[in-house]
């Protein structure tokens, strides 16, 4: 795929096969390449069961590739590395650690001190809205607000890149909507590189610079839609004829690869 | 961000509603249960006295009262106190080296699946048959004196140990592995900031069903074989016919292992503080 200038991440035929029950080999993905730029926000979308997450976890390098590569400013990773950050679909909060405890863990497990964790962890939940919520477990909190806190925990370590693997899915559509205008303000401001994971297709288009979309078994990416809405954007371009058309691109194309 | 505050508002009235059930079922709990507890308690020892009297004379139910005198003279008699000490030494010394053994070999076995496939059967086996045809043989490889009776202690609760620690390791969210390993947690980091919180519950529950289980032990091994403390008092009054006594020795070691029972309770309530 020809993105040109300059490439953050790029992933350069990726193969990957799970042995199935049956004893045969699934092919999960097959010659999977893509690149992204700086700052760019980019959507993975596609059927379930497309591999579109585990191409995520290969991205972050906690499932090596069977084929291909993946590299980060051209260096071929081999493992999870501090300059990415993952937020999860289930969220993966510690249930016995507090909201603040939580966030501050990337910090505890790289050995960062306790005055500086507690700070950089107090910072990135105000950032997230969830300032007085510091001494609160997980289990008291509403799945949004839980995800908050996964997102807090991917931001606390200044990332240059955040892997999110469907970070919306577990939550209802008001709350959803909400974390995704949330999301959106705080990547204008802070301008990541994001690789997102959704099978929302409104999601994909209101977030995205560019939406890459997978074909189901073996998953492979398909189509590639440039979303050329202005930026900054808000709710209210959801409104404009130029969205509709854009999630009506990206629906026909998934509307294929339903047809038995 | 007004997201927050939008969230709570729609979950507000379900809260309210919930917390007014809960005071109900709180004051429920801090006034009734008790109350019938003691009321139940009450019924019994009137039943207990009120039969002891019409059977008076006979050796298998003295009446209350006679038991509590009994048990007031048990605990003036230094002799008492001594045995007492024989059989608590057992008890905790063998309930230490279940936890020193325990924990560890079920972290291990939870963790690494090939040791918990062969360890398995062992468990099991441990775990079915009735550990009393034990103590004869720890008598005769360890003789009579305490290490038997710690053998008897360990063998009665480490199984139950071993399994339940195992299962809680097992039980660790793989998601949360995935997390910590995402944000470049090392294999020991790993284990202590995730697998071993997680298996806490689990770690919890078996040092209170092996504590159970050690204080079964602790009176089995003075019972069957070697006759000291608590146990031999107990030998010593069946065979005199001596009920009253006996009775009161009886409550002492059940008395042990309600306290045992409720410390570990309170164990275990700690390590899931945080549900």
């Not at chain 1, 200038?5 to 993905?29: C, P, S």
């Not at chain 1, 863990?105 to 809205?129: D, H, K, N, S, T």
């Not at chain 1, 909400?178 to 204008?188: A, I, N, R, S």
Request: hydrophobic content about 50%; overall charge positive; some cysteine.
């Amino acid at each position: 795929m020809a993105v040109n200038g300059e490439v953050v991440i790029q992933a350069v035929g990726i193969g990957k096969r799970f042995r199935a029950v049956t004893g045969d080999d699934l092919i999960a993905l097959e010659g999977v390449s893509f690149a992204v730029r700086p700052n760019e926000f980019v959507s993975i979308i596609g059927p379930s069961g497309c591999g579109k997450t585990t191409l995520l976890r290969i991205l972050d390098g906690l499932v090596p590739p069977d084929e291909g590569e993946v590299r980060i400013r051209g260096q071929r990773i081999t493992g999870p590395g501090p300059d990415r950050a993952m937020v999860f679909q289930d969220f993966a909060l510690l249930p016995w650690a507090t909201v603040e405890d939580n966030v501050a863990f990337p910090l505890e497990i790289r050995g960062v001190p306790l005055q500086e964790r507690q700070r950089r962890a107090r910072e990135a939940i105000q950032l997230v809205g969830l300032a007085g919520f510091e001494a609160y477990y997980p289990h008291s909190l509403s799945g949004g607000m839980q995800q908050r806190v996964g997102l807090a925990r991917a931001l606390v370590v200044d990332p240059e890149m955040l892997l999110m693997d469907e970070p919306f899915g577990a939550l209802d559509a008001q709350t959803r909507h909400l974390l995704q205008d949330e999301l959106l303000t705080l990547w204008q401001a802070h301008r990541k590189t994001v690789v997102l994971v959704t099978h929302d297709m409104e999601e994909a288009v209101y977030l995205s610079d560019r939406v890459l979309l997978m074909g189901p078994r073996p998953g492979r990416i398909a189509r590639e839609v440039e979303v050329p809405l202005p930026r900054p954007r808000d709710h209210t371009v959801r409104r404009t004829a130029q969205f509709a058309e854009l999630v009506e691109c990206v629906w026909d194309t998934l509307r294929a690869f339903a047809r038995p | 961000m007004n997201g927050i505050a939008a969230e709570q508002a729609a979950a507000e009235p379900i809260r309210t509603r919930r917390d007014a059930l809960k005071r109900i079922a709180f004051r429920r709990r801090a006034v009734l249960y008790p109350v019938a507890r003691a009321l139940s308690v009450l019924v019994l020892l009137l039943a207990w006295e009120g039969a002891g009297r019409r059977a008076a004379g006979s050796f298998t139910l003295p009446p209350v009262t006679a038991v509590a005198a009994a048990l007031a003279g048990q605990l003036a008699d230094p002799r008492f106190w001594s045995a007492a000490a024989v059989t608590l030494q057992a008890l905790f010394v063998g309930f230490a080296l279940t936890m020193a053994v325990g924990i560890p070999a079920g972290l291990i076995v939870g963790r690494v699946p090939v040791v918990g496939r062969l360890v398995n059967p062992y468990l099991q086996f441990l775990l079915a048959v009735p550990a009393s045809p034990l103590v004869p043989l720890f008598v005769i490889v360890f003789g009579i004196g305490l290490a038997a009776r710690v053998a008897t202690v360990v063998t009665f609760g480490v199984a139950i140990l071993i399994v339940n620690t195992a299962a809680g390791v097992r039980l660790t969210p793989p998601s949360l592995v995935q997390m910590a390993e995402s944000f470049g947690a090392a294999p020991v980091q790993v284990f202590r900031r995730v697998v071993l919180p997680a298996a806490l519950p689990g770690i919890a529950a078996g040092l209170r069903l092996a504590a159970g289980r050690a204080v079964v032990g602790m009176v089995v091994s003075e019972l069957i074989i070697i006759s000291v403390g608590l146990g031999r008092l107990i030998s010593q009054y069946s065979a005199t016919f001596d009920a009253a006594n006996l009775y009161a020795v009886v409550i002492v070691i059940l008395s042990i292992g309600v306290a045992v029972a409720r410390g570990m309770s309170e164990v275990e309530r700690r390590a899931v503080r945080w549900r």
